[in-house]
């Protein structure tokens, strides 16, 4: 069966990657986007069969790779113009490399190939691909002026000039890849039909003595069948949380089971921040061809937490009677509790699996989300998290999730409560005995231990990551509908920058500047409000003299301009990483003030601004700008080339 959503979902998935892949190897942007687009035509041609195939791209890679390499050679002086000079500087290096040197570079940095995939790939032994590995990063060191530890992340640059690359819708990609099969089928039959009459062996069979084959019947101890693929082992509901394991995430409440099932009904979105049905998309392939075994390629169980409140009073009309004195209780639902577990076909599936998992809830798109904290949990399978967030909307929740991958299982308990929130430890210890649950069945890795938690950066998400999203963003009062921030671009100006420091990321020293801005577009009449961050690259001496003189500047200005209140909340700096932020308040006329909140920061050689202008009515509270401008240090080194 032809799977639609499933092309879909993987041509969404890997095209990027693919594109950043053929345009290393060729430096040709427009050959290599075309190349990229054909070879996603072709596969869905033969998507019957590439469906099947446990490493789809596998089949993409090489032939958008060709295309693209065959494209290019057909106009070996084509350069694109306007790309940043680090960025042509990279090309030229890649250059100068032999064919077979960049191909295993681009593969062994930018895909998630083995080398011995790699080895296969470009027709050569591992151990030779490993000498040629070598010599490439090196030639490439030497003509590229910088260490070894610095290739990947110039290579990861190349990101910069096809962020903005559009996309043809997979519908389109679709009806070519049908034309192209329907096509592919008429020259066929006509190619047979043409042979045959050309040799004329279009003959009756009159007079023709019957062959052996018309006379005898199959052998008895032989049946031909066609062969089945292996059906994997499935899951068990043994293998989900109990009533009383559920209660560790808050005693006060009485749970209840709401629902256990396949996650076969509906859209399949049970779960806030739940991006897709399935986090793997060979168990959407499953789904979608409808596939039936003892147990399910999924499970999900739901569960219902109230908690009792005060008696209501004889004749309230609410709750429940005692039957004795007309007094009610009433009950009210206060939290909901999810655990999903998802088998993949193997370990590294169950790896893609958990990491789009980890991504539904580190950029959790839900209107009015926000992350709070996220933490590393050791000793729970063979890799754990949980993130803590919380919705704003109009009924505010806190939302707890867990995250594990234990062998080719990927495990995920979430609790959202209107009441208090769920502490780290019982998220951690309710995720540790899910996994537990797990433990000793069909699939499963690693059981748990105590787990053990350790407070982490936020995971990297955006594309290019090292910037704020949105789910990065606390609420404001008063303000309507969601945060909604601008796609990355190149500043040719800087918002995030005061009147007192006039901030400008330009020059030669300065890589790579990028600059976006969140805006409530659901508001009317806030011409002035919004938070924008500039951000960009520049070598570590320089970074640091840079921040120094955003320091300087706004000092400057709160001595020597007597109309300009300037209010340090926070500042500090290491060796690695410097962090200030303002509050400067500019005396407009004698009945007006502006006030803004500002922060400069660096981490190596990523530097950022982070700006806040309120509107009338309308602002952040001092500590969620703080939240703010702390957050946004703590995503700036995964900033490319931080």
Known sequence: ????????????????????????????????????????????????????????????????????????????????????????ATLDALSKLSSQERRTLVLSTLSPMTLGDIAREVGLPQSDAERVLQSATSRFSISRDVASTDVRPLLEALLEPIADTRWPRSTIVRRSGAARRRTHTLMGSAAVVAALLVSGTVVTSDGVEPSSLDQESALPSVTLRETQPAVPPSLAAESLLELDQVARFDPSMKWRISETSDNS???????????????????????????????AGALMRSFIGKTSAE???????????????????????????????????????????????????????????????????????????????????????????GLARTGRLTVITLVSSTGKPVPVQATATGLAAA????????????????????????????????????????????????????????????????????????????????????????????????????????????????????????????????????????DRSSKRAQLTVWDVEIEISDERTMQFWMAIMRDGNAVSQVGFTPSEGKSLQRDAFIAIAERALERLSDLPGA
């Not at 002086?77 to 042509?88: Q, Y």
């Not at 806030?272 to 060979?282: I, L, S």
């Not at 939290?335 to 998802?342: F, G, I, K, P, S």
């Not at 600059?515 to 690259?537: E, H, I, N, S």
């Open 1 to 88: 069966m032809r799977s639609p959503e499933t092309f879909d979902a993987f041509y969404a998935e890997t095209r990027d990657r693919l594109l950043h892949e053929a345009y290393a190897l060729t430096g040709d942007l427009s050959a290599s986007r075309v190349a990229v687009r054909d070879a996603f035509t072709v596969a869905w041609h033969h998507w019957r069969k590439v469906s099947r195939l446990e490493d789809r791209e596998a089949f993409v890679r090489p032939l958008a790779h060709r295309r693209a390499q065959r494209r290019h050679a057909a106009r070996p002086w084509h350069r694109d113009k306007g790309i940043d000079d680090d960025v042509r």
């Open 265 to 295: 009904a509906g859209d399949g979105l049970v779960m806030p921040c739940q991006q897709a049905r399935f986090a793997d998309p060979t168990t959407l392939d499953d789904f979608l061809r409808s596939v039936k075994t003892d147990g």
């Open 435 to 570: 996994v537990n649950a797990t433990c000793g069945k069909a699939g499963a890795g690693a059981c748990a231990g105590p787990p053990k938690m350790r407070s982490s950066a936020p995971l990297a998400v955006g594309r290019p990551p090292g910037l704020l999203s949105a789910v990065d963003l606390p609420p404001v009062a008063g303000a309507v509908g969601p945060w909604v921030g601008t796609d990355p671009q190149r500043p040719r100006a800087n918002a995030a920058s005061t009147y007192c420091d006039n901030t400008q990321f330009a020059g030669k020293a300065v890589k790579r500047p990028l600059t976006r801005t969140f805006l409530f577009p659901a508001q009317k009449k806030m011409d002035t409000f919004g938070l924008t961050q500039t951000v960009a690259t520049m070598k570590g001496r320089l970074a640091s003299a840079f921040v120094s003189e955003v320091r300087s500047r706004i000092r400057k200005c709160g001595q020597d301009d007597l109309g300009t209140t300037v209010d340090t909340l926070v």
């Open 311 to 401: 008696p209501t009073g004889k004749g309230s009309g609410k709750g429940k009677s005692d039957g004795r004195n007309g007094s009610r209780k009433a009950t009210r639902e206060r939290a909901t509790a999810v655990e999903y577990v998802e088998m993949s076909a193997d370990p590294k599936a169950a790896r893609v699996a958990f990491r789009t998992a980890q991504g539904w809830y580190a950029d959790c798109l839900d209107s009015r989300a926000q992350l709070l904290s996220t933490h590393t949990i050791g000793r729970v399978g063979d890799e754990a998290t949980v993130l803590n967030l919380r919705t704003w909307n109009k009924t505010p929740a806190r939302i707890a999730v």
